[in-house]
RNA sequence: GGAGGGAUGGCAGAGCGGACGAAUGCACUGGUCUUGAAAACCAGCGGGCCCUCGCGGGUCCCGGGGGUUCGAAUCCCCCUCCCUCCGCCA
C-alpha cells in the first residue's frame, strides 16, 4: 500500500506512480477523499469526545439527575451515528482506491514497458543452438513427460522425471547451501494462503487473475514463496539492531498463466507450477537499497557459478509490477531462440508491502516500517531449460555444471542407447 | 468431523456493564543508596490515526468483525486461532 501523506507531499512520488501507469485521475480522486476522511475524522472524534463525557458524567450523577441526563446523551447518539456512516462512506471509499496505486518507481527506473529497460551488464558469451531444444531434449532424455500430463492435469502441466529430478533437487540443495552460508534462515513455506495475506503482501487485488482459488476453503495457491515468507513478520514491531532479516524459502509455486495463451507453449519454460528458492529481506529504511544490490549479486553469483551466460537489466517502470520500486531481471541467453529470457529477478518494495503487513522497527524516533525485498535465488523447472541446452552435447550427452556434481553425484548423464 | 473450554500489555495474570488503556508480579529503562554490584526504595515503563510549528490535546485498540446500551475488556451474534476428550490420518 502506497504512503497517502506521501503521494499528497512529495511530486515526485506521485510522479512514479503514473509512470508505472497509474491514472491520474484516479490518484486525484484518492486524494481528495483522502482529505475530506481527514476532516470528517476530525468532526467524528469531537463528537465521540463529547459522547464519552456524557456518558462519564451519567455514571458520577445523582440518581435523580439520570434520567435526563441520558437523554441529553442519546441525541448525542444519534448525532454521532450519522458522523460515523459518513466517515465509514469516505474511509471505504479511501481503502478501496488506495490498494490499486502501485508502488511508485524509484527515480532511477527508466520510463516505458517491456523493451524500454536499461541493460547494465552482458556476462558471458552466448552459444548457438544445440541440435534440440529444450523441449525435445528434455522427451528424447526422458526428463519431461507431457503426453499424459496434458491429459490428466491440461496444458501447461509436465511430469519431471529421471535424472532431470536428481539434477531439481541438486538444484534446491546447492542454492540453499549456498544462501545459509550468506546468512539467510532456510524457509520450508506454506503454499496455500488467506486472502489477507495475498493483499498484504501486494498481490491483490491487481494479480488476483493470475492466482488459483481453493474457493471452498476461502484459501489461494501462491504464486510464490515471498506470500508465505512476507507473512513471517506480518503485525510484528522488531528491535532495532535485529534487522536485517534473511530468509530462504522453497515451495512449489502455481500460476494460472491467464493472458499467455500461445506463449512459451512448448516444453516446461512455462508451466502452471513449479519448484523455487526465494530469497526476502526485511531491512529497515536506511539499507533496503544496499540490500537490493546483495540480492542481485547472488543472483549473478548463482548464474556464474553454473556457467550460463546472461545479462542484467534495470526493469522499465510500465514492467515492474505493483509492489516493486525497482527491480532487476536477470535474462539468461537461450540459445534454441538466440535470445535472453528471463531466469531470476530481484525487487525492493521499500515500506509498500511492509505498510499493509504492518512490519515496524522500534527506532530511537519513534517506530518506522520496515523494508521488504525479494529476489529469486533459483527458479528451479526454468534453470533446467537453460541447463538442457547449455551442457547438451554434440552426442546427445549432458554434463552436469561442476557445483551441482557434490549434490547429486552424477557427472555426465549419457543419452538412452 | 463431534463435544466442551479459552484468547487481556514483552511475559505471567486480575478484571466479567460506569472514573479501565486496564490491578498485581516478572522483565526492561532511569534515579537514590553502595568503593562497585546485588538487594531495597523511587520513577518511568503500549500501538495506530487525527489536530498542533511546538508544548500538548483528541480518538480508536483487551484475538478479528458486527450488534445491544447514555456507557462494553465485561452482554449478544459471526469469524479466526489455541487447549482438552473422541474420531480420522502422513
Redesign the pocket.
Known sequence: MIDL?KLREDDEYKAGAIRKGADAAVIEELLASEASR?SV??EL??L??Q??????E???ADPAEREAK?AA??E??SQLKDKEAAYAEVAGKVDELVLTIPNPAAPQVPDGGEEDFELIEVVGDTIDAPPMDHATYGEYMGWIETDHAVQNMGSRFAYLMGAAVQLEFALVQWTMTKLVGHGFTPVVAPVLVREEMMVDAGFFPTDRHQVYTVSEDGLFLSGTSEVALAGLHRGD?LDAGTTPLRYAGFSSCFRREAGTYGKDTRGIFRVHQFDKVEMFSFTDAESSWDELEMLRGIEQEILGDLQLPYRLIRVAAGDLGAPAAMKYDCEVWLPSEGAYRELTSTSNYLDYSARRLKT?I?GEN??ELAHTLNGTACAVGRTLVFLMEHCQQADGSFVVPEVLRPFCGLDVILPPS
Request: net charge positive.
Open positions: 501523506r481527514r475524522q476530525t472524534e469531537q465521540q469526545a459522547a464519552n463525557a456524557a456518558s462519564k451519567i455514571g458520577r441520558i446523551a442519546g448525542l447518539k514491531l515496524r522500534r519513534g517506530n
